[in-house]
């Protein structure tokens, strides 16, 4: 039996179809705010702090004592419902896999729930491995998958990364799970890549 781990912005639905874009809006206006800086400010921070951190956030709390839930409370304050809605198609995939299955997501779990009921698949999802049980180490940072295999006793051998980022997938495959990439077709050494999550399907588990 494999643990497939499913990251949900991006991957659950259609790329830039969903709130993950007012999400990054969000952190803007919260980067600019605490810090006291302009926009083209904020995101030269935020790309440094993501290179160096993995998030906006690890930047924030190590540099500026930002409460991270604070962070998520406020970042994530958008309208998921009006944005997602109830994917028939999505549920009937999901609940074909045939194997045990982790939310691996760097959202807040609030956030992640919201999307999840919006989509009506949180039924088929119960485990929620979001980023307060990461202690706030977000992926592509090897320390959550390495928490994540020690909470569920799991090898990397056992466990499959379905996600739409490219760092993502890349730590999964290295560390020796197997790595599927949403939202891609380019060819890559150890990662398969599909077009959507609904073609999940014709992956051989």
Known sequence: MKLILLDVDDTLYPKGAGPFNLVSGKIDEYVMSWCDIGIEETRTLRKRYVDTYGSTLGGLMRHHEVDPDDYLEKVHDVPV??????????????????????????????????????????????????IEFMDYVPKPRVYPYRKLLELYGAS????????????????????????????ADASIPGVAAIPDIYSVAEIAF
Not at 159 to 167: M, W
């Open 81 to 130: 419902e009006d944005l997602l809605h109830r994917d028939e198609r999505l549920k009937k995939i999901i609940s074909g896999i045939g194997h045990d299955m982790v939310v691996f997501s760097n959202g807040s779990v609030d956030y992640v729930r919201r999307v999840l009921r919006s989509l009506d698949v949180i039924d088929l999802l119960g485990d929620l491995f979001t």
């Open 156 to 183: 990397p051998g056992e466990c499959v990364l379905v996600d739409d980022r490219l760092p993502n997938v890349l730590t999964a495959r290295d560390m020796g799970m197997k790595a599927v990439l949403v939202g």
